[in-house]
């Protein structure tokens, strides 16, 4: 067994997080789990209090809420308790995927943000009364435009949030680091043609040789 530190992202600064290396049946079976601490929820104060089982335990919250959002939660995912701190367990798997947004057409990314609102919308229905939401949502436009408002509003304040924070920064009341200038993206040479195989005798192998591409 072998335990790293492990980086988390931006939404995770601050908490300690930890790779843990496991094998089963020898070294050609290893088993990676992620022991990360589970931190009060920031948007805590402004909703309804949680059962005070979920409040002591910030890792069963998080538990809890994974297990009923996803259809099919991970057989390991569990919590603990380190050192007073509290942490949930799930295995380590790369499974993040991203598009470059700047390369969509603006039919592509309706496409786009359509799928990622009715997987995220499939999702919240687990939850709870699948009717009874579709009952709250209606028929109408009227929650369709509320939450469009809701998100323009969002956008708006995060462009003034960044016009304040730079101003702060330019004043001397934030400290900041300037990053230095991108690297220049190296020129691609022009990619070769490929010479076609040539003499094809039985059995159905090809004799000859490709030349192959600069990429």
């Not at 790369?94 to 990622?116: H, P, T």
């Not at 929650?143 to 001397?172: C, K, M, P, W």
């Not at 190296?186 to 990429?215: D, Q």
Request: glycine share 10%.
């Amino acid at each position: 067994m072998d335990v790293a530190e492990h980086i988390v992202g931006v939404g995770s600064v601050g908490a300690r997080a930890y790779v843990v290396l496991l094998f089963g049946n020898g070294e050609s079976d290893p088993l990676l789990l992620q022991v990360k601490e589970a931190l009060a929820p920031a948007a805590g104060p402004y909703l309804p209090p949680l059962p005070s089982a979920l409040q002591r335990e910030p890792g069963k919250r998080v538990v809890t809420a994974q297990m009923a959002l996803q259809s099919s939660p991970d057989l390991l995912l569990g919590w603990t308790r380190i050192d007073g701190r509290s942490f949930y367990v799930r295995q380590m798997r790369n499974l993040k995927g991203s598009i470059l947004l700047e390369g969509l057409s603006r039919k592509q990314l309706y496409r786009y943000v359509r799928a990622c609102g009715e997987v995220l919308g499939h999702a919240h229905a687990r939850t709870g009364d699948a009717a009874r939401i579709a009952g709250y949502c209606g028929r109408s436009g009227a929650l369709d435009l509320a939450l469009a408002r809701f998100a323009e509003n969002y956008g708006a304040q995060t462009v003034r949030d960044h016009e304040r924070l730079v101003r702060a920064i330019s004043a001397g009341r934030v400290a900041a680091l300037k990053e230095g200038p991108a690297p220049r993206a190296r020129r691609r040479r022009a990619a070769r043609p490929v010479r076609a195989p040539t003499n094809r005798p039985s059995g159905g192998r090809l004799r000859g040789r490709t030349r192959p591409t600069s990429r």
